[in-house]
């Protein structure tokens, strides 16, 4: 095991080698800069751009030098936890991610949490009373929430607390506890207002893991292996949730490489619409204005928790499941 978990770590060297230069490559491939895009703009409103100030930018923020030398220059520091600068915010970038990165985390564990434990025990009750009235009214409201985008959710909870309660449900605390440090009431405040974006984005992902939990335990439901427990005097609890269902969950773990990125991304659409301060809008802010360094920081993460997330469930699923095999360097 050790010597298997050593060669995958061997193998995310080079790929996160490659994932750097390529997201370097895209942040740079669109014409013109953010000094570019800032003159623009400025020119737009209609006032005056001083030549000499943009070419002392130009050298400061070293968009006068090659693109290889400014890759390095940004990946070497990037080794130490040196981002870079973002020229938008003026700030260094790990200052300008700070508590939304805290805060993306926080809503997206939390809905993690919140769509397996539903999720499973309903899949699950499903699997085993299949083409029941109960599966039936189960595979509706999952279908249902399938086919509801989760803006839209979003803005109907809005408009139904507004009217119903006077109330907004925007944003992930008090409005006076923005821009304030970190503090216990502070927190205190986040999570008397997680449950909103924990729903509207749980909604669908929960439909949907449902019907996978439903699909992927009638699968092994068949199995031979559960004819012979069940001939073996095994009860139907006990034969269920020691070999069906744990064969199951391999689908399951082959997706926390797609889980982990979403730290960073963080449901986009649904943070603008409810005023999330999560890193989600920050990366489409980022990309837009060409801040390179801050964009290119949040596009190296994803690749980063990507990597990390396949490596841990391969090293879950060989632990899981003792039919995968660690010879040849990949799971089966």
Known sequence: MLGYIFKRILYMLPTLILTSILVFALIELPPGDY???????????GETVDPQQIEFLRQEYAFDRP?????????????????????????????????????????????????????????IYSATHQYSWGDYGLTFFGLLGLAIPNFLLALVMMY????????????????????????WAKFVSVLEHLWIPVI?????GTAGMIRRVRANLLDELR?????????????????LMKYPFR?????????????????????????IVLSLETTGPLLIAALQSQDMYLAG????????????????????L??????????????R
């Open 200 to 204: 509207v984005i749980g909604t669908s």
């Open 297 to 316: 920081s949040f596009l190296m993460m994803l690749g980063f928790l990507t990597v990390i997330g396949v490596l841990v469930s391969d090293i879950l």
């Open 35 to 45: 000094l570019e895009t800032y003159v623009n703009e400025l020119l737009a409103a």
């Open 223 to 239: 199995r031979p292996y559960v004819t012979t427990a069940r001939a073996k005097g095994m009860t139907e609890f006990k034969g």
């Open 67 to 123: 693109v290889w030398e400014r890759y390095i220059n940004w990946a070497s520091g990037m080794l130490v936890g040196d981002f870079g600068y973002s020229f938008e915010f003026q700030l260094p970038v790990r200052d300008v991610i700070g508590d939304r990165l805290f805060f993306t985390i926080i809503v997206t564990f939390a809905t993690i949490i919140f769509t397996w434990a539903i999720a499973f025990p309903i899949g």
């Open 247 to 271: 064969m199951s969950l391999n689908f399951f773990i082959a997706d926390i490489g797609g889980i982990l990125p979403q730290v960073i991304s963080g449901a986009e659409l649904v943070a």
């Open 318 to 331: 060989a632990v899981l499941d003792p039919r995968i095999r660690l010879q040849g360097g990949i799971s």
């Open 160 to 183: 139904l607390a507004q009217k119903w309660f006077n109330t907004s449900i925007g944003g992930l605390m008090d409005p006076e506890f923005i821009d304030k440090p970190f503090s």
